[in-house]
């Protein structure tokens, strides 16, 4: 059981390995298996790509100054 590329164009057989994409449904081969290569780049940044964190700074603790005496 074979499945061609989704990309259009692309005659390589799909790897169904691979996970279908999210937001075509389809299959890829590796070279269109990015959402961006095979054109549902928008689709995923809309969606949030898993990819990017955001650094979360953390205020230190524990620095406010004890004056005694
Ligand atoms: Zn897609
Ligand atoms: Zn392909």
Redo the contacts with the bound molecule.
Sequence with gaps: MTEKC?SPGCTTLALLALPK????D?R?CTRHMM?EV???GD?CKKSGAPTGHRGRERTAAGTQAHWSG
């Design positions: 989704g994409c999210e937001f075509c389809m890829f959402p095979h054109g549902c689709a």
